[in-house]
């Protein structure tokens, strides 16, 4: 079993360039979500979404955009890569769109470098 | 504002120590507290979690504590291990939310040495 697949894992980018970071589940996850890990911060949430065509902004939203056409894939991208961008993102999802009865389930992440 | 905060930020424990991990938290509204694991090159996964109705819950080494009245909670890990080696956050919910809101703490990092 797959899980939640990230791709790519690893990416350096120059001031102003776009990339797409991919997320695709195999679970029939209802809930999907993209985060970012930065040294002393935690994770903090991006955007999410609770099924194909609807997503919401997280807690830092900006410069991010997303789509969800398929129940299986949660692109995030970068429209024009900024260096504050440089962090880890982690795709994560759950079968439930509440975090009471749904576990989240994380992929093993895309370290994003912007010089 | 930082709605779960967590301590310490680092924590070195022997082989076979206890490893202490706490958070407070300031919004009455959440209901749902769990605890998740991170190895380094790896995502996040789900340890352990508990809810507001039970004071501990305990899952073989590693036990939440929680404390309403004072909106703490916090995780031990007894007899810890060199293989507990690992980032730890605490996160908090609202279950009343329309939405999976999950909000994290900013972690620890729990180094035990052999």
């Known amino acids: 079993n797959a899980g939640v697949t990230q791709t790519p894992k690893f990416q350096v980018l120059k001031t102003g360039q776009s990339m797409t970071l991919q997320c695709a589940q195999d679970?029939?996850?209802?809930?999907m979500s993209w985060y970012r890990q930065d040294p002393g911060m935690g994770l903090r949430l991006i955007h999410y979404?609770?099924?194909?065509?609807?997503?919401d902004q997280g807690e830092v939203p900006n410069g991010y955009n997303v789509s969800r056409s398929t129940t299986e894939d949660f692109p995030l991208r970068l429209l024009s890569a900024a260096p504050s961008q440089t962090s880890v993102y982690f795709c994560?999802?759950?079968?439930?769109?509440?975090?009471?009865?749904?576990?989240?389930?994380f992929g093993e992440g895309s370290r994003l470098t912007v010089l | 504002q930082q709605q779960v905060k967590q301590s310490p930020q680092s924590l070195i424990v022997q082989k076979g120590g206890i490893s202490i991990i706490n958070c407070a938290y300031e919004?009455?509204?959440?209901?749902?507290f769990p605890w998740y694991q991170q190895f380094p090159g790896k995502g996040p996964a789900l340890l352990i979690a508990?809810?507001?109705?039970?004071s501990e819950k305990k899952e073989g080494r590693f036990t939440i504590s929680f404390n309403k009245s004072a909106k703490q909670f916090s995780l031990h890990i007894m007899d810890s291990q060199p293989g507990d080696s690992a980032t730890y956050f605490c996160?908090?919910?609202?279950?009343?939310?329309?939405?999976?809101?999950?909000?994290f703490g900013k972690g620890t990092l729990l180094t035990v040495n052999p």
């Open positions: 994560a999802s759950s079968y439930s769109r509440r975090a009471d009865t749904g576990e989240l389930f």
């Open positions: 679970m029939n996850h209802e809930y």
């Open positions: 979404s609770v099924g194909a065509g609807i997503t």
């Open positions: 919004n009455t509204a959440f209901d749902y």
């Open positions: 508990i809810r507001p109705d039970v």
């Open positions: 996160a908090a919910s609202n279950s009343g939310g329309s939405n999976y809101k999950l909000t």
